[in-house]
Nanobody, 115 residues
Framework: QVQLVESGGGLVQPGGSLRLSCAVS????????MGWYRQAPGKQRELVAL???????TYADPVKGRFTISRDNAKNTVYLQINSLKPGDTAVYYCSAQRFPFNYWGQGTQVTVST
C-alpha cells in the first residue's frame, strides 16, 4: 500500500549541491516522522536527518550545517537539500516513513561526488 519514491540523485563535483525528493503514496495521513538515511559501499546504513510533523529536525554530525531536511505535508513529500558536497557523501540515499510499529523505505537514489 504505502510506497516511497526517491529522486534527484546524480553525479556532482565536490562543493556542488543536490536536492533530493521523496514522494509518499498510499497513505491518507502524514507520518509522524520522516527521514533520510544513506549507505556507502562497505558500510552500514546510517541516519542522515529526521523531521517530525511539527518540523522538529535532527541531523547527523557529518552533515550538520550542509544538509537541510524539509517536508510539504500537502504534497506528502519530504526533501533533502545537500550543499557543499564532499566525496565522503557518496552513497545510496534512502527515504523512510515511520509509524509504529512500521517503517517504510524507498528504493534509494544514488549520489556520487567526484571530479
Amino acid at each position: 500500500q504505502v510506497q516511497l519514491v526517491e529522486s534527484g540523485g546524480g553525479l556532482v563535483q565536490p562543493g556542488g549541491s543536490l536536492r533530493l525528493s521523496c514522494a509518499v503514496s498510499g497513505s491518507t495521513f502524514n507520518f509522524r516522522t520522516m527521514g533520510w538515511y544513506r549507505q556507502a559501499p562497505g558500510k552500514q546504513r546510517e541516519l542522515v536527518a529526521l523531521i517530525t510533523s511539527g518540523n522538529s529536525t535532527t541531523y547527523a554530525d557529518p552533515v550538520k550545517g550542509r544538509f537541510t531536511i524539509s517536508r510539504d505535508n500537502a504534497k506528502n513529500t519530504v526533501y533533502l537539500q545537500i550543499n557543499s558536497l564532499k566525496p565522503g557523501d557518496t552513497a545510496v540515499y534512502y527515504c523512510s516513513a515511520q509509524r509504529f510499529p512500521f517503517n517504510y523505505w524507498g528504493q534509494g537514489t544514488q549520489v556520487t561526488v567526484s571530479t
